[in-house]
T-cell receptor, first 112, second 110 residues
Framework: GENVEQHPSTLSVQEGDSAVIKCTYS??????FPWYKQELGKRPQLIID?????GEKKDQRIAVTLNKTAKHFSLHITETQPEDSAVYFC???????????FGKGTHLIIQP | DGGITQSPKYLFRKEGQNVTLSCEQN?????MYWYRQDPGQGLRLIYY???????QKGDIAEGYSVSREKKESFPLTVTSAQKNPTAFYLC?????????FGPGTRLTVT
């Protein structure tokens, strides 16, 4: 089955700086890669996703890049703000209505 | 955000008892999912259903059972065979690709 590795497990950045979280996956048939943000005690919320026919996708301060050859994808957050502090999860699936395989999460801390 | 409900928010049970967690959605989504989250861990897939009256095992199905008799509902039963049932259980639904989560049920078994 699919295996998703996520790094780092904790990331501390100064407010206003950029943050990058990286994931690798093992199943070459995976073609859908979402990112979720989870605040303490709350449900995960989808913040951005990418499909394998696209190399990069941006939404305001958030971007995701995908390298299918190397089987890795990354989340980039620019101009970080205190409200960006949360746990971020990457995931992968074969698409359609298949279930997701998640990474173990990155705790992002924004230092004032 | 809205449209997927899980109840109750907190659930306490004694070891050896079966317990059923509720998940309802009014988004008209075909697919529904159950995930388990343990402290400091990512989510792990328990079961999923792509259509009414059909479901598939996920990565950690042992000790769990599900049914999908209606499009709107996908209840999860945690049986006494599940060795470590205490966890945060999240239900999700999807109409293709994007999955949206319910608020979760925190189950404690003592």
């Amino acid at each position: 089955g699919e295996n998703v590795e996520q790094h780092p497990s904790t990331l501390s950045v100064q407010e206003g700086d950029s943050a990058v979280i990286k994931c690798t996956y093992s199943d070459s048939a995976s073609n859908y890669f979402p990112w979720y943000k989870q605040e303490l005690g709350k449900r995960p919320q989808l913040i951005i996703d990418i499909r394998s026919n696209v190399g990069e996708k941006k939404d305001q301060r958030i971007a995701v890049t995908l390298n299918k050859t190397a089987k890795h994808f990354s989340l980039h957050i620019t101009e970080t703000q205190p409200e960006d502090s949360a746990v971020y999860f990457c995931a992968a699936s074969r698409g359609g209505a298949d279930g997701l395989t998640f990474g173990k999460g990155t705790h992002l801390i924004i230092q004032p | 955000d809205g449209g997927i409900t899980q109840s109750p928010k907190y659930l306490f049970r004694k070891e050896g008892q079966n317990v059923t967690l509720s998940c309802e959605q009014n988004l008209n989504h075909d697919a529904m999912y159950w995930y388990r989250q343990d402290p400091g861990q990512g989510l792990r897939l328990i079961y999923y259903s792509q259509i009414v009256n059909d479901f598939q095992k996920g990565d950690i199905a042992e000790g769990y059972s599900v049914s999908r008799e209606k499009k709107e509902s996908f209840p999860l039963t945690v049986t006494s065979a599940q060795k470590n049932p205490t966890a945060f259980y999240l239900c999700a639904s999807s109409n293709l690709y994007e999955q949206y989560f319910g608020p979760g049920t925190r189950l404690t078994v003592t």
